[in-house]
């Protein structure tokens, strides 16, 4: 019994400590970034972004073109989706990603 609580519980319980004193925001969050999927396990998924002209759309699609998603990013301004499309395609070129997919919404 002794044992059980020396070499599993007491370690586990080191590491949850560890955790909470390392992380600087939600515990959940820190936890789930540590143990959860990596963007890489979304390569060749498809993920349509709204907003993509700018912000945090543009951003998330910088993100995933760098993990080999194929994209259709839509927005309302036709010039930033462009540029946006091809800084994507820059990113995930050696991935096999050829084309990402620009969809204008008129306002």
């Known amino acids: 019994m002794w044992l059980l609580i020396w070499f599993v519980v007491l370690p586990a319980l080191v590491g949850l400590l560890y955790i909470f004193v390392k992380q600087d925001c939600n515990l959940l969050l820190t936890i789930c970034e540590h143990f959860g999927k990596k963007p890489e396990s979304l ?63 008129v306002r």
């Open 43 to 105: 390569q060749g998924k498809v993920v349509w972004v709204t907003g993509a002209s700018s912000g945090i759309g543009r951003e998330l699609c910088y993100e995933l073109a760098k993990a080999g998603c194929k994209l259709i990013v839509t927005g309302t301004r036709k010039e930033r989706l462009e540029e946006t499309r091809s800084n994507c395609l820059k990113l995930n070129k050696s991935l096999g990603v050829n084309d990402v997919i620009v969809l204008d919404m």
